[in-house]
């Protein structure tokens, strides 16, 4: 047996191969000035975004400052476009559009792909409006459709069921649920310090029926990671 790792098979067993996991609860960066520092490595090493998408974010903070935190973060949009790119996708139904940032990632994706649809929905006429005209501005409202409208209103459950009974996701397809571990509250409510925020912890009761659901319904396959506020990957068998 080759003591070179890569040729030998391993027994966990054998004293010289007595490898420790790695354990997932470590904190992966030792500080905030570091994880800022990776963070804007991994976006400048990531598909970049284009200029119009980055001034349409600077405008968003400036417009809408208060709200301005329900965007999706830079790196996740890049992420979006990667993934939109990945799964080759040509359809894309997004459910809240606030002024439209991650509706024009999904538009960088699907640009060049022939007969992309892009439909996306809000409620707010004031960030409609905004994002109305961000798709015009950006020559992408010939196939990003904008709803204003409410979509359902019962959350998240809701919105995977109705996904699956009407069938919108061909076998493959890949749904996305942001935000679905609430800053770390639907895991742990107690040991967490952001159980003061009220909002935040309302919405768990949501939250973890649908992550329940999804990790058991037999139509698909779910993968949540705890990146950005928790992503759910749901893809469908
Ligand atoms: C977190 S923000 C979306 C952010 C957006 N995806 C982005 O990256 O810029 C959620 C949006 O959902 C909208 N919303 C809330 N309830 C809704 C409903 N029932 N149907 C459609 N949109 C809704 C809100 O008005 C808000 O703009």
Redesign the pocket.
């Known amino acids: 047996m080759s003591n070179h790792p890569r040729n030998c098979a391993i027994n966990l067993q054998t004293p010289q191969f007595q490898f420790k996991m790695k354990e997932e609860t470590d904190v992966l960066f030792p500080n905030r000035d570091v994880s800022i520092a990776v963070i804007k490595y991994c976006k400048q090493h990531s598909v970049p975004l284009p200029k119009h998408i980055l001034d349409h974010v600077d405008l968003?903070n400036g417009e809408f400052a208060d709200?301005a935190e329900?965007?999706?973060s830079p790196l996740?949009?890049q992420y979006l476009i990667w993934t939109a790119r990945t799964f080759g996708a040509k359809k894309i139904l997004?459910?809240?559009?606030?002024?439209?940032?991650?509706?024009l990632?999904f538009a960088e994706a699907l640009k060049d792909v022939e007969g992309a649809k892009i439909i996306?929905?809000?409620?707010?006429p004031e960030?409609c409006k905004v994002a109305r005209q961000a798709f015009k501005d950006a020559g992408v409202d010939n196939f990003v459709t904008l709803l204003e409208?409410?979509?359902?209103?019962s959350g998240y459950v809701d919105y995977f069921n109705a996904v699956m009974d009407l069938k919108l996701l061909r076998k493959g397809g890949i749904l996305i649920g942001?935000?679905v571990l609430r800053l770390g509250l639907v895991a742990e409510i107690e040991k967490n310090p952001n159980k003061e925020d009220k909002d935040s912890v309302s919405r768990v009761q949501y939250l973890r029926p649908f992550n329940e659901l999804v990790a058991k319904d037999p139509r698909v396959e779910a993968l949540i990671l705890p990146v950005f506020d928790g992503l759910a990957l749901v893809r469908v068998l």
């Open positions: 968003t709200k329900m965007m999706v996740q949009a997004e459910i809240g559009c606030f002024t439209g940032f991650s509706a990632a996306t929905t809000d409620i707010d960030t409208a409410p979509a359902l209103d942001d935000n």
